[in-house]
Structures are given as C-alpha cells and as structure tokens.
C-alpha cells in the first residue's frame, strides 16, 4: 500500500507570498493531520482534517489554512509569508479521527521564506 | 510545564545495549501514546503506539505505560548503530476530545556506538 505522498517536496518563497502544499493520504484512510516542524519550536499542530471537515485547530495565526476533498487529498494555504514561516511541513493520515488512531507522516514539504 | 517532556539528550549507547527513553505528560485524561524515529532530514517513523498500563513488545522495541504516573518509556534491546536517530514521544488527545490532535515531546537524540 502506497504511504503518504506530500508535494511539493521542496519549496522557495519570497515574504509576502503565499503557498499551497498538497497531501494524499494513505489510501483508504479519511483524516489528515498537518504539522509544522522547526528546529526551535519542535512540532507542531496545525489542524485536522475528517470528512471534509476541520476537526481541530492548532494555535497558529489565519494565515495558516487549509481543506479537504472528498477523496480525502487535503491541501494547507500561507499566506503573506513571514520569515519564521521557513519550516518543514508534514501531513499525517490516519484512518479515521481520533486518538486511538495511528497516525503516518509523509515525506514532508521543506519551505524556505527569504 | 511542557505538556509532554522527554528526557533530554543525546543519549549515547555501546552496539548492543539497551537504550532506554523516557517520557511525561501532563494531560490526565489523555488515552494514546506512540513513539516516532525520525533520522536526520527525514520525516517521522511510527514505530510503537499504546493505550493500557502495562508493557507492550514489538521486536528489539518495549513501550512501558503508566497512567497513574503519567509516563511512558521505550526500550531499545541489542542497540544498533541503525537505530541512531531521534526518537519523538507523541500524546493523542483524551476520550472526551476529539480528532487525532498528537502533542509531541521534543525529542531524545540516540546515538548507539560501534
């Protein structure tokens, strides 16, 4: 079974810009999971997706979005980005939503603010 | 007070020791723990989850659970030199929550030595 796949892989940006990162889940599997991961801050949440539906929210500004198709294929938006933005984005599926549900990471999308 | 604490690193093993990670948190009610690998510039690995008390075995790899103390541990056994990396302990949210929202520790670098 193919894992998760993340596009892209890499990524340049000028502040101000914005971007669109995509995440196919694993097949079969409804809820995906955004994370951002910094050297600084570690990982964290973004949001969650089930259904089409945003499950939870991490405590990240509005420029941060995102969505779900209803092949479960889910997308997060950037807005007017900022330096700090330079980050490794991951998407995580899962089965369905909840806590008792593992979650697989995919392959990450590395982006880079100048 | 972090919300998951992992103890802090690096942490440096002969080839064929045991390599023992720690983990608290401070969310009582949370029901689902997993360890993540994550080798450098690579995205995360699961390679353990548990939900009861107890003791839970998957090849050379251990998780312990204590929900009264709020602490969950991995063994490695027969360390080897592939298993260097850092290793995340991640917290699934509790029955009452829901969504797949994981809260991660910030990681133990393992360095295991020829």
């Known amino acids: 079974k193919a894992g998760v796949t993340q596009t892209p892989r890499y990524l340049i940006k000028t502040r101000g810009q914005q971007v669109t990162l995509s995440c196919s889940p694993i097949s079969g599997h409804r809820s995906v999971s955004w994370y951002q991961q910094t050297p600084g801050q570690g990982l964290q949440f973004l949001f969650e997706?089930?259904?089409?539906?945003?499950?939870n929210k991490g405590n990240f500004p509005g420029r941060f979005s995102g969505r779900q198709f209803s092949n479960s294929r889910s997308e997060m938006n950037v807005s007017t980005l900022e330096l700090g933005d330079s980050a490794l984005y991951l998407c995580?599926?899962?089965?369905?939503?909840?806590?008792?549900?593992?979650?697989?990471f995919g392959p990450g999308t590395r982006l880079t603010v100048t | 007070q972090k919300e998951v604490e992992q103890n802090s690193g690096p942490l440096s093993v002969p080839e064929g020791a045991i390599a023992s990670l720690n983990c608290t948190y401070s969310d009582r009610v949370s029901q689902s723990f997993f360890w993540y690998r994550q080798y450098s510039g690579k995205s995360p690995e699961l390679i353990m989850s548990?939900?009861?008390?107890g003791d839970k075995e998957d090849g050379r790899f251990t998780a312990q659970l204590n929900k009264a103390s709020q602490y969950v541990s991995l063994l490695i056994r027969d360390s080897q030199p592939s298993d260097s990396a850092t290793y995340l302990c991640?917290?699934?949210?509790?029955?009452?929550?829901?969504?797949?929202?994981?809260?991660f520790g910030e990681g133990t670098q393992l360095t295991v030595n020829p």
């Open positions: 997706y089930f259904s089409e539906t945003q499950r």
């Open positions: 995580a599926s899962s089965f369905s939503a909840g806590g008792s549900y593992e979650q697989y």
């Open positions: 548990i939900y009861s008390n």
């Open positions: 991640a917290v699934g949210p509790g029955k009452e929550t829901s969504g797949s929202r994981l809260t």
